[in-house]
């Protein structure tokens, strides 16, 4: 019994460890991210992609969805709550196949979480007041504006052309 005690507290205590990131962002344990309400009502919000992207945290494929060739200027809206995240101004085209950006509109609208699936370590962008995934942000963007590589999935996102 000691034991399965001392578990769940070095359990507890690891997934709630985190660390300042991106822009000052907290960095957490995936495991830990509540999402804002439960699977069974976005289903009923969201779209199948959008459920399997933001719920599930799939990803879309590469050079066929919908906004990765995009060069319309407007905002980028989440799926599930409206909110902008992105902007077309801050959008460049990074050969991936999904739409990537250098930064977020508003850095406090999205968060930066650790993602240990699929056998590695990544760093996982997902909205902040929903707890739902976005996509990933890399190291590899443009040098000379700021190095980041915002990968969303458009399954995420909404586009309002301006």
């Not at 990765?68 to 909110?83: C, F, I, L, Q």
Request: proline fraction near 4%.
């Amino acid at each position: 019994m000691k034991k399965l005690i001392l578990a769940i507290l070095v359990i507890g205590v690891f997934g709630s460890i985190s660390c300042q990131n991106i822009n000052g962002q907290t960095k957490k344990q995936s495991a830990a991210r509540p999402k804002s309400k439960p699977p069974s009502e976005w289903k009923k919000i969201l779209t199948p992609n959008q459920y399997n992207i933001m719920v599930e945290s799939g990803t879309e494929q590469p050079f066929k969805n919908a906004y990765y060739d995009n060069h319309e200027k407007g905002v980028y809206v989440s799926a599930a709550t409206g909110d902008v995240l992105f902007s077309s101004a801050d959008k460049f085209d990074s050969g991936t196949g999904w739409p990537s950006f250098v930064k977020a509109v508003d850095a406090g609208k999205i968060e930066i979480v650790t993602d240990n699936s699929y056998g590695m370590t990544r760093d996982e962008v997902i909205e902040r007041s929903t707890g739902l995934h976005l996509g990933h942000v890399f190291d590899d963007g443009p040098a000379d504006r700021g190095g980041k590589r915002f990968c969303m999935n458009s399954g995420a996102l909404k586009f309002i052309k301006k």
